[in-house]
């Protein structure tokens, strides 16, 4: 099994919907991130965790939120999705020593039309 | 706000051949975490290799090494010896030592076509 999990891998929606994006870890890391991927933009921090009790927001949080309901998990919400949230979402995970390496899902493709 | 450059929308390289893929990012710390990820077709996001600022001595890992040249903010990675399997997007990211979060900022990415 893969250390992070992202379900789900691809998802189309529509416009108005109320999407969930959900991300397990079994590292056992406290830090915990989703990111966007935008051709031409590289990826974009959205949000951060560093605990259940620390949520933070991140370059581009807006029409998003998130919630830590683990140690291990930590989901993505769209509350009403748009077109221009159509992406490609990562969840990241980093422990505490030396460089705090990210450990990526596979991802997360996201279609609203 | 750091920044991270990669002007380099596009590269090809030949079997066998070497390449350069370059960055450049903007910062006033003096002390970060610099890495190169590659996303092949599958999506995964992969480390290639990574720089601590406060070494002046280049990272190398196998086929992949980089040019650190920290005065100038330029962080390439040198891809020797070229393979079909190298072919994905790279993307060069910042780490800052000092922000909280240890977010990781990352460039626009630059897609390596590697030709048979």
């Known amino acids: 099994d893969a250390d992070v999990t992202q379900t789900p891998r691809n998802r189309i929606t529509k416009t108005g919907k109320r999407i969930m994006l959900e991300c397990s870890q079994t590292?056992?890391?406290?830090?915990m991130y989703w990111y966007r991927q935008d051709p031409g933009l590289g990826l974009r921090l959205i949000y951060y965790?560093?605990?259940?009790?620390?949520?933070n927001k991140g370059e581009i949080s807006d029409g998003y939120s998130v919630s830590r309901q683990a140690q291990a998990k930590f989901s993505l919400s769209l509350e009403s999705a748009i077109p221009n949230q159509t992406a490609l979402y990562f969840c990241?995970?980093?422990?505490?020593?030396?460089?705090?390496?990210?450990?990526f899902g596979a991802g997360s493709r996201l279609t609203v039309l | 706000a750091q920044t991270v450059t990669q002007s380099q929308p596009e590269m090809s390289v030949q079997e066998a051949e070497t390449v350069t893929l370059s960055c450049t990012y903007d910062?006033?710390?003096?002390?970060?975490?610099l890495f190169w990820y590659k996303q092949p077709p599958s999506r995964q996001m992969i480390l290639v290799i990574r720089?601590?600022?406060?070494?002046?001595q280049n990272a190398t890992e196998n086929r992949f090494s980089v040019n650190f040249q920290k005065a100038a903010k330029s962080f390439s990675l040198k891809i020797s010896d070229s393979q079909l399997g190298d072919a994905a997007m790279y993307f060069c990211?910042?780490?800052?030592?000092?922000?909280?979060?240890?977010?990781?900022?990352f460039g626009a990415g630059t897609i390596l076509r590697v030709k048979s």
């Open positions: 990241a995970t980093a422990g505490l020593a030396g460089a705090n390496v990210l450990t």
């Open positions: 590292k056992g890391h406290d830090r």
């Open positions: 965790s560093f605990d259940v009790k620390d949520i």
């Open positions: 910062t006033s710390e003096s002390d970060y975490y």
């Open positions: 720089q601590e600022a406060y070494k002046q």
């Open positions: 990211a910042y780490r800052s030592l000092v922000e909280y979060g240890n977010k990781l900022v």
